[in-house]
């Protein structure tokens, strides 16, 4: 086989030059050598599935580090709803004679899955909206006035939410 000269991939050269170093700042953020290489894949994975962020690179360490902070808050949140469901589910549990299945806190787990990953797909605040209506049961008003803008802009994220939740599901046939 002969060996193949080729331009240098911008992507090959951030991880050859950096993941080292990522994998090493976030061990000393998190404490967990396991978390830390997950979180490091994920970052190059979110990098390279958005290859023009990559090419207006000019800080690749600040870049790098702005993502891999962002996929911790992702995942932080994401385990915030869970936690908060099954907090319910232990709550509702308590109070009824039959506690759910473990059946039904594996779907119910699942869709939570499913609405976090739905949740990444819109803003901060329209995820942040959904979270307070939804979880801590916040009305428009509140949460319009925390996130400081109109009733309208709320229901407009709440309907945003729910759009990407719906796409989520599977389609059904002959309903």
């Not at 700042?25 to 830390?36: I, T």
């Not at 390279?48 to 992702?74: G, Q, V, Y």
């Not at 939804?134 to 407009?156: F, N, P």
């Amino acid at each position: 086989m002969s060996s193949v000269t080729r331009d240098s991939d911008p992507l090959v050269d951030l991880y050859a030059g950096h993941h080292g170093w990522l994998v090493g700042w976030l061990r000393r953020k998190l404490g967990c050598p396991d978390r830390a290489a997950d979180i490091a894949q994920d970052t190059f994975l979110r990098i390279l599935l958005s290859r023009d962020a990559l090419f207006a690179m000019r800080e690749p360490r600040a870049f790098l580090t702005t993502t891999a902070n962002r996929l911790l808050i992702d995942q932080t949140r994401r385990q915030a709803v869970e936690q908060a469901y099954l907090a319910e589910l232990m709550q509702a549990g308590e109070q009824q004679a039959g506690a759910p299945s473990p059946e039904e806190l594996l779907i119910a787990a699942q869709a939570l899955g499913q609405i976090a990953v739905a949740l990444e797909k819109v803003s901060t605040k329209a995820a942040e909206a959904f979270l307070l209506h939804y979880l801590d049961g916040l009305g428009h008003a509140e949460i319009a006035e925390r996130q400081g803008v109109s009733t309208r802009m709320v229901r407009k994220y709440l309907v945003q939410c729910l759009l990407h939740c719906a796409d989520l599901l599977p389609a059904r046939h002959g309903s």
